[in-house]
């Protein structure tokens, strides 16, 4: 099946600092999602972006579908920032289930 | 209503005990996924339907696993005879239409415990 590589695997900021995480993918895709899970559990979703670069306040993502790997870019991080983050996948051609990758766990110190 | 919700929130179940796992998707979304997420790791697909459909049910670990989705709106998960090895979060999620290349939002979870 499509395997999907989250790095880094642990990161830790000061208040302020700026970050990206990157996901790396061994298949063609048709979707591609980031989400934000909470310290309660619920995963929030960041960002629907098979291809291109979107950008949502201090958050933005670029997926190159071409080369097979999305980065998720965190600027003037907060507090509120800190939590997993997973990227997941839909191989094209095959399931419609999502694959998810093993997450980044973001600290950010106040 | 306005995003997909699970029922309960949490569940303490004895070993061999039956449990049915209760999810809310989106009004009018077509496609229903079910997740389970062990500590630490990342969520991990069990079934999906389309509509009333089962279409997927390859990552079910096991014949006590069996999920349902009669009206193609609500669905259950039902574990029979639980196993600690059954202990983690089950997720669900909804998407509009099938397809695959559609968002899937999720519901809050069931964390399940067996004792």
């Known amino acids: 099946g499509i395997q999907v590589e989250q790095s880094p695997p642990d990161l830790i900021l000061q208040e302020g600092a700026n970050s990206t995480l990157r996901c790396n993918f061994s298949?063609?895709?048709?979707?591609l999602q980031w989400f934000h899970q909470n310290p309660w559990g619920q995963l929030i979703n960041l960002f629907y972006?098979?291809?291109g670069t979107k950008q949502n306040g201090r958050l933005s993502a670029t997926t190159v579908a071409t080369e097979r790997y999305s980065l998720l870019y965190i600027s003037s991080s907060q507090t509120t920032d800190s939590g997993v983050y997973f990227c997941?996948?839909?191989?094209?051609?095959?399931?419609?289930?999502?694959?998810f990758g093993k997450g980044t766990k973001l600290t950010v110190n106040p | 209503g306005a995003g997909v919700s699970q029922s309960p929130r949490y569940k303490v179940a004895k070993r061999g005990q039956d449990v049915a796992l209760r999810c809310d998707p989106i009004?009018?979304?077509?496609?229903l996924f079910w997740y389970q997420q062990a500590l630490g790791q990342g969520p991990e697909f069990l079934t999906y339907?389309?509509?009333?459909?089962?279409?997927?049910k390859s990552g079910l670990p096991s014949d006590r696993f069996f999920a349902e989705r009669p009206e193609g709106s609500v669905s259950t998960l039902k574990i029979q005879r639980t196993q600690q090895e059954d202990s983690a979060v089950y997720l669900c999620?909804?998407?509009?239409?099938?397809?695959?290349?559609?968002?899937?939002?999720f519901g809050p979870g069931t964390r399940l415990t067996v004792t």
């Open positions: 997941a996948v839909v191989r094209q051609g095959g399931s419609e289930k999502l694959v």
């Open positions: 339907f389309q509509n009333e459909a089962q279409l997927d």
């Open positions: 999620a909804s998407s509009w239409t099938s397809g695959g290349a559609y968002e899937q939002y």
């Open positions: 298949d063609s895709v048709n979707n």
């Open positions: 009004s009018g979304h077509v496609s």
């Open positions: 972006i098979p291809s």
